[in-house]
């Protein structure tokens, strides 16, 4: 399992990846910042292990 992270260009935020592979897009949780993230922000390597092994990084 590997752990992920993005981090919001307009505010530092850190988002985990895994929770973008479960929602697809979240609206920042940065104060203040309303900036939308989505899967398809992360870099495509990143993609593709988490498409790849989706049981892992299931959300309960």
């Known amino acids: 399992m590997r752990i992920e992270t993005y981090t919001c260009p307009d ?9 973008l592979l479960v929602e697809r897009a979240i609206t920042c949780p940065g104060l203040d910042c309303d900036r939308v ?3 398809a922000d992360l870099p495509e390597d990143t993609q593709g292990h988490y498409e790849e092994n989706r ?6």
């Open 11 to 19: 505010c530092g935020t850190v988002i985990a990846g895994n929770v």
């Open 37 to 39: 993230h989505e899967f």
């Open 55 to 60: 049981d892992a990084y299931q959300m309960d």
